[in-house]
C-alpha cells in the first residue's frame, strides 16, 4: 500500500521522540513525561508500522528501551534480558490467553504465575559458587552496565548464597525497588534539609543504582526482589518457574511474597483485581500485575518475539502518573486564614480518579517547581493521597513558551480584601481573623465535616449560602436553624430541611475527640486531638493546661502547644465554647487506661527504612502506649529506632549516647508491653 508522506513524517518524528525519551528514562533516569504519555507514542507508533507496513528492525518499537552509558563498564547478558508485553483491560489479558492455546494447542487451562510488576529497575545478579560476582542493569537487553558496587549496598541481597555446595553459576534476575516507606523518609529528609525532592520511587531508584559513589547509594534503602534465572550451570533446574522460586528463595534470594500460581485465565484476573485492589496498602510501588506461564516446558514450546517472551503478559493498572495542563491558579482562604495557591487543571483520570485541580501548597512550592500558568506538568496521584504536582514539562516549541504567565500571590485576601501577611518562611494569612467570610465559613466547613461533628447534610455549598445570606456567621448558630429557615432557601425540599435538623440534633451527641478537633485549632488534627483526650481525660483539664505540659503529650511540640494555648486562652473561643455546650453538645466522660501507657513520658524517634512493619502502625502502636514520637534526636529522646539506610539521625544517636534498637529489637519490645 502506498504510504501518504503524513504517515511517513508522524512515523519518524514518534520515532525520534519514543528515542529520545528512552535515552531520559533508561539511560539518564530523568524521564521528561510521564509512563502512560510514553506508552501512547509507542502504542501509536506500533499502529502506524502495523496498518502501514513500515516495521523495521531498527524502530525503537523493535528493542527494549536503554543503552549503557560510558561510565559504567559494560557487561554482556549471556541471554539477552527482555522487556514484556503489556495489555491493559480484561478483553485483551483474555485474548492473550486464548493465544497461547492456541499456539500450544491445549484446551485445559494454563497454570500461571501471577506477580506484581513492581515499579523499580531490572538487574541481573551473578553468583560464581555462591559469591557475589557482579551485578549488571538490563541495558538494552544485551549489553548492561556494571552496578556491582552499588547493589553489594542493599541489605537484602546476598553476598554469598545459601545451600551452594557444588561448583556453579548462577544468574538471578530480579526488580531493584524503593518502598514506599524509604521513599517518603527520603523526601520527609529532603524537606528538612532544604534540599531537591525526589519525585518518585522509581526515578530515584534508577538514579541510584547508576551512582558512581557507592557510599551515596548505601544512603538510600534500595530493595530487591528475584523472579527468574538467567544463566545457569551445574545447577538442575524444576519444571516450573514456582520451583524456581523456591530454589531462589532456598538459596536466600529475596522474592515477591504476593505472587502466586493460579489455574486458567479467570482465576488470574481475579488475582490481578485482587492485587488492585490492596494496591494502596502494598509496602512498594507497583504498576500492574504479569502473568507468566508456569510450566518450564511450556514457556520454551511458545519462545520469543524480539523483545518480549510469548509466555508472558504485563497487566497494567490505571497509571499514578499522567500529564496534563495547569489553566489556571487561584488563591484559596483557609479556616486560619492561610492564603494557598490552587491549581486549576486539564481535568486527568490519574491513580484511578478524575483530577480537576490540586492545591500548590504555597508560593516556594511554585518557585522550586518553576511553575507557570499554561505550563503542561505532571500529576501524580498515588495511594489516596492528594494529587500533585510534580513536575513542569519544559515547553518543547515557542509557542507553548510564549502562552505561560507568572503567576504572582495577590496583594489582598481575595475573599475580603483584607492586608495579606507573612507568617513563618512560607505561609501568608489573610489579617481579617473571623470577619473574613472565607475563614468562616471554613471553620463551619471543617466543624460540621465527617471527621469532626459529622452533620450529614451540611456540605460546603449549604454552608455558603448559609453565610452569604447571613443566616449562621459561627459554629454555635447552626444548633439555631430551624427546617423553615432551611426550607426556605433555594432548591431545598421540606424533607432535606427537616433531614438536615435531625442530623444537627444527633451530632450534638459527640465524643471528646471529635468536639476538640471540630473546634479548628490551629495545626490540632483528629491524632493529637485524640492524644490530648488520652493524656488529659477532660476539657476543663484540656483548657487550663500550660504549654509546658501540654509538651508532655505525645506528638505535641513548642508550636502546637502554643496554638492550644492561645486558643484556650482567647475570650471569644472560651464563649463559643460555652453556647455550643448550652445548645446541647455532650460527650461521654473519658476512661484513661493508665496500665496499657507503659511508654508514658518516653520521646521515640523512627529512622532509616522499617521493612515488617509500616512506619504510620509503628507510630500509632508507640502512641497507644503512651509514647512521644518525635522526628529528631535531642538529649530527651529515650530510644531511636533505626532501620537501613538511618543517617544523620543514627548518627546524632549514638553521639548522644541515646539507647538504639533494630526492628526487630523493636518488634519484641511491642510483643512484651502489650501481651
Ligand atoms: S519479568 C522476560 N516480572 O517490568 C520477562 N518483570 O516491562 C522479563 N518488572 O523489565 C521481566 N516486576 O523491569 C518481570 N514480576 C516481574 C516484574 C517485572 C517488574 C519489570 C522489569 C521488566 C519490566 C518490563
Same mark, same amino acid.
Request: hydrophobic share 40%.
Given at each position: 500500500?502506498?504510504?501518504?508522506?503524513?504517515?511517513?513524517?508522524?512515523?519518524?518524528?514518534?520515532?525520534?521522540?519514543?528515542?529520545?525519551?528512552?535515552?531520559?528514562?533508561?539511560?539518564?533516569?530523568?524521564?521528561?513525561?510521564?509512563?502512560?504519555?510514553?506508552?501512547?507514542?509507542?502504542?501509536?507508533?506500533?499502529?502506524?508500522?502495523?496498518?502501514?507496513?513500515?516495521?523495521?528492525?531498527?524502530?525503537?518499537?523493535?528493542?527494549?528501551?536503554?543503552?549503557?552509558?560510558?561510565?559504567?563498564?559494560?557487561?554482556?547478558?549471556?541471554?539477552?534480558?527482555?522487556?514484556?508485553?503489556?495489555?491493559?483491560?480484561?478483553?485483551?489479558?483474555?485474548?492473550?490467553?486464548?493465544? %497461547?492455546?492456541?499456539?500450544?494447542?491445549?484446551?485445559?487451562?494454563?497454570?500461571?504465575?501471577?506477580?506484581?510488576?513492581?515499579?523499580?529497575?531490572?538487574?541481573? %545478579?551473578?553468583?560464581?559458587?555462591?559469591?557475589?560476582?557482579?551485578?549488571?542493569?538490563?541495558?538494552?537487553?544485551?549489553?548492561?552496565?556494571?552496578?556491582?558496587?552499588?547493589?553489594?549496598?542493599?541489605?537484602?541481597?546476598?553476598?554469598?548464597?545459601?545451600?551452594?555446595?557444588?561448583?556453579?553459576?548462577?544468574? /538471578?534476575?530480579?526488580?531493584?525497588?524503593?518502598?514506599?516507606?524509604?521513599?517518603?523518609?527520603?523526601?520527609?529528609?529532603?524537606?528538612?534539609?532544604?534540599?531537591?525532592?525526589?519525585?518518585?520511587?522509581?526515578?530515584?531508584?534508577?538514579?541510584?543504582?547508576?551512582?558512581?559513589?557507592?557510599?551515596?547509594?548505601?544512603?538510600?534503602?534500595?530493595?530487591?526482589?528475584?523472579?527468574? /534465572?538467567?544463566?545457569?550451570?551445574?545447577?538442575?533446574?524444576?519444571?516450573?518457574?514456582?520451583?524456581?522460586?523456591?530454589?531462589?528463595?532456598?538459596?536466600?534470594?529475596?522474592?515477591?511474597?504476593?505472587?502466586? #500460581?493460579?489455574?486458567?485465565?479467570?482465576?488470574?484476573?481475579?488475582?490481578?483485581?485482587?492485587?488492585?485492589?490492596?494496591?494502596?496498602?502494598?509496602?512498594?510501588?507497583?504498576?500492574?500485575?504479569?502473568?507468566?506461564?508456569?510450566?518450564?516446558?511450556?514457556?520454551?514450546?511458545?519462545?520469543?518475539?524480539?523483545?518480549?517472551?510469548?509466555?508472558?503478559?504485563?497487566?497494567?493498572?490505571?497509571?499514578?502518573?499522567?500529564?496534563?495542563?495547569?489553566?489556571?491558579?487561584?488563591?484559596?482562604?483557609?479556616?486560619?486564614?492561610?492564603?494557598?495557591?490552587?491549581?486549576?487543571?486539564?481535568?486527568?483520570?490519574?491513580?484511578?480518579?478524575?483530577?480537576?485541580?490540586?492545591?500548590?501548597?504555597?508560593?516556594?512550592?511554585?518557585? *522550586?517547581?518553576?511553575?507557570?500558568?499554561?505550563?503542561?506538568?505532571?500529576?501524580?496521584?498515588?495511594?489516596?493521597?492528594?494529587?500533585?504536582?510534580?513536575?513542569?514539562?519544559?515547553?518543547?516549541?515557542?509557542?507553548?513558551?510564549?502562552?505561560?504567565?507568572?503567576?504572582?500571590?495577590?496583594?489582598?485576601?481575595?475573599?475580603?480584601?483584607? #492586608?495579606?501577611?507573612?507568617?513563618?518562611?512560607?505561609?501568608?494569612?489573610?489579617?481579617?481573623?473571623?470577619?473574613?467570610?472565607?475563614?468562616?465559613?471554613?471553620?463551619?466547613?471543617?466543624?460540621?465535616?465527617?471527621?469532626?461533628?459529622?452533620?450529614?447534610?451540611?456540605?460546603?455549598?449549604?454552608?455558603?449560602?448559609? #453565610?452569604?445570606?447571613?443566616?449562621?456567621?459561627?459554629?454555635?448558630?447552626?444548633?439555631?436553624?430551624?427546617?423553615?429557615?432551611?426550607?426556605?432557601?433555594?432548591?431545598?425540599?421540606?424533607?432535606?430541611?427537616?433531614?438536615?435538623?435531625?442530623?444537627?440534633?444527633?451530632?450534638?451527641?459527640?465524643?471528646?475527640?471529635?468536639?476538640?478537633?471540630?473546634?479548628?485549632?490551629?495545626?490540632?488534627?483528629?491524632?493529637?486531638?485524640?492524644?490530648?483526650?488520652?493524656?488529659?481525660?477532660?476539657?476543663?483539664?484540656?483548657?487550663?493546661?500550660?504549654?509546658?505540659?501540654?509538651?508532655?503529650?505525645?506528638?505535641?511540640?513548642?508550636?502546637?502547644?502554643?496554638?492550644?494555648?492561645?486558643?484556650?486562652?482567647?475570650?471569644?473561643?472560651?464563649?463559643?465554647?460555652?453556647?455550643?455546650?448550652? *445548645?446541647?453538645?455532650?460527650?461521654?466522660?473519658?476512661?484513661?487506661?493508665?496500665?496499657?501507657?507503659?511508654?508514658?513520658?518516653?520521646?521515640?524517634?523512627?529512622?532509616?527504612? %522499617?521493612?515488617?512493619?509500616?512506619?504510620?502502625?509503628?507510630?500509632?502502636? %508507640?502512641?497507644?502506649?503512651?509514647?512521644?514520637?518525635?522526628?529528631?534526636?535531642?538529649?530527651?529522646?529515650?530510644?531511636?529506632?533505626?532501620?537501613?539506610?538511618?543517617?544523620?539521625?543514627?548518627?546524632?544517636?549514638?553521639?548522644?549516647?541515646?539507647?538504639?534498637?533494630?526492628?526487630?529489637?523493636?518488634?519484641?519490645?511491642?510483643?512484651?508491653?502489650?501481651?
Amino acid at each position: 500500500m502506498a504510504v501518504p508522506d503524513k504517515i511517513r513524517q508522524e512515523v519518524n518524528k514518534l520515532r525520534e521522540q519514543i528515542e529520545h525519551h528512552n535515552r531520559l528514562y533508561h539511560s539518564l533516569d530523568a524521564p521528561e513525561i510521564p509512563d502512560a504519555d510514553f506508552d501512547a507514542l509507542v502504542n501509536r507508533l506500533e499502529r502506524l508500522e502495523k496498518k502501514y507496513n513500515l516495521v523495521d528492525v531498527k524502530s525503537p518499537s523493535q528493542r527494549i528501551g536503554g543503552e549503557a552509558l560510558s561510565e559504567f563498564s559494560q557487561v554482556t547478558h549471556e541471554i539477552a534480558m527482555l522487556s514484556l508485553d503489556k495489555v491493559f483491560d480484561e478483553a485483551d489479558l483474555q485474548a492473550f490467553d486464548a493465544r %497461547l492455546k492456541k499456539r500450544l494447542n491445549k484446551d485445559s487451562p494454563i497454570r500461571y504465575c501471577c506477580e506484581p510488576k513492581v515499579d523499580g529497575i531490572a538487574v541481573s %545478579l551473578l553468583y560464581r559458587d555462591g559469591i557475589l560476582e557482579r551485578a549488571a542493569t538490563r541495558g538494552d537487553g544485551v549489553t548492561g552496565e556494571d552496578i556491582s558496587h552499588n547493589v553489594r549496598t542493599i541489605t537484602n541481597v546476598p553476598l554469598k548464597l545459601k545451600s551452594i555446595k557444588k561448583k556453579s553459576l548462577i544468574e /538471578v534476575r530480579g526488580e531493584i525497588f524503593l518502598g514506599k516507606q524509604g521513599f517518603k523518609s527520603l523526601n520527609e529528609r529532603a524537606e528538612l534539609e532544604g534540599s531537591k525532592v525526589f519525585v518518585n520511587p522509581r526515578n530515584t531508584a534508577a538514579g541510584t543504582i547508576r551512582q558512581l559513589d557507592p557510599k551515596k547509594a548505601a544512603r538510600i534503602p534500595l530493595q530487591m526482589y528475584c523472579y527468574n /534465572v538467567g544463566l545457569i550451570e551445574g545447577i538442575e533446574l524444576p519444571n516450573t518457574l514456582s520451583g524456581i522460586f523456591t530454589l531462589i528463595e532456598k538459596w536466600g534470594l529475596p522474592v515477591n511474597p504476593d505472587r502466586s #500460581v493460579q489455574t486458567g485465565i479467570e482465576a488470574c484476573l481475579e488475582y490481578c483485581l485482587r492485587l488492585l485492589s490492596k494496591r494502596n496498602s502494598l509496602a512498594y510501588e507497583i504498576d500492574g500485575a504479569v502473568l507468566k506461564v508456569n510450566e518450564l516446558k511450556l514457556q520454551q514450546k511458545l519462545g520469543n518475539n524480539a523483545r518480549s517472551p510469548r509466555w508472558a503478559m504485563a497487566y497494567k493498572f490505571p497509571a499514578e502518573e499522567k500529564s496534563t495542563t495547569v489553566i489556571d491558579v487561584e488563591f484559596q482562604v483557609g479556616r486560619t486564614g492561610t492564603i494557598t495557591p490552587v491549581a486549576r487543571l486539564e481535568p486527568v483520570f490519574v491513580g484511578g480518579v478524575t483530577v480537576s485541580n490540586t492545591t500548590l501548597h504555597n508560593m516556594d512550592e511554585i518557585d *522550586r517547581l518553576g511553575l507557570r500558568i499554561g505550563d503542561k506538568v505532571v500529576v501524580r496521584r498515588a495511594g489516596d493521597v492528594i494529587p500533585k504536582v510534580v513536575k513542569v514539562i519544559q515547553p518543547t516549541n515557542a509557542k507553548e513558551a510564549k502562552n505561560r504567565r507568572v503567576i504572582k500571590l495577590p496583594d489582598v485576601c481575595p475573599a475580603c480584601g483584607s #492586608v495579606i501577611e507573612k507568617d513563618g518562611k512560607v505561609l501568608y494569612r489573610c489579617s481579617a481573623g473571623i470577619i473574613c467570610p472565607a475563614q468562616r465559613k471554613e471553620s463551619i466547613k471543617h466543624f460540621a465535616s465527617r471527621s469532626a461533628m459529622d452533620i450529614e447534610g451540611l456540605g460546603d455549598k449549604l454552608v455558603d449560602v448559609l #453565610v452569604d445570606e447571613e443566616i449562621i456567621s459561627n459554629v454555635a448558630d447552626i444548633f439555631t436553624l430551624t427546617a423553615e429557615q432551611l426550607a426556605a432557601l433555594d432548591r431545598m425540599g421540606e424533607k432535606s430541611a427537616n433531614n438536615i435538623i435531625a442530623a444537627i440534633n444527633k451530632s450534638k451527641q459527640t465524643t471528646l475527640p471529635r468536639f476538640l478537633f471540630a473546634l479548628g485549632i490551629r495545626e490540632v488534627g483528629e491524632a493529637t486531638a485524640l492524644q490530648l483526650v488520652n493524656h488529659f481525660g477532660d476539657l476543663d483539664k484540656i483548657k487550663a493546661a500550660g504549654t509546658e505540659s501540654l509538651e508532655r503529650v505525645s506528638d505535641i511540640g513548642p508550636k502546637v502547644a502554643e496554638h492550644i494555648s492561645v486558643f484556650f486562652n482567647n475570650k471569644e473561643n472560651l464563649a463559643l465554647i460555652r453556647s455550643l455546650q448550652q *445548645r446541647g453538645i455532650s460527650w461521654p466522660k473519658v476512661e484513661i487506661d493508665s496500665q496499657a501507657r507503659s511508654l508514658e513520658g518516653q520521646t521515640y524517634v523512627l529512622t532509616g527504612a %522499617l521493612e515488617l512493619m509500616a512506619r504510620n502502625e509503628a507510630k500509632e502502636k %508507640l502512641l497507644a502506649l503512651g509514647a512521644k514520637v518525635a522526628g529528631s534526636v535531642s538529649k530527651n529522646t529515650s530510644c531511636v529506632v533505626a532501620g537501613p539506610g538511618a543517617g544523620s539521625k543514627l548518627t546524632k544517636a549514638e553521639e548522644l549516647g541515646v539507647n538504639i534498637i533494630n526492628e526487630g529489637e523493636f518488634i519484641a519490645l511491642l510483643d512484651d508491653l502489650t501481651n
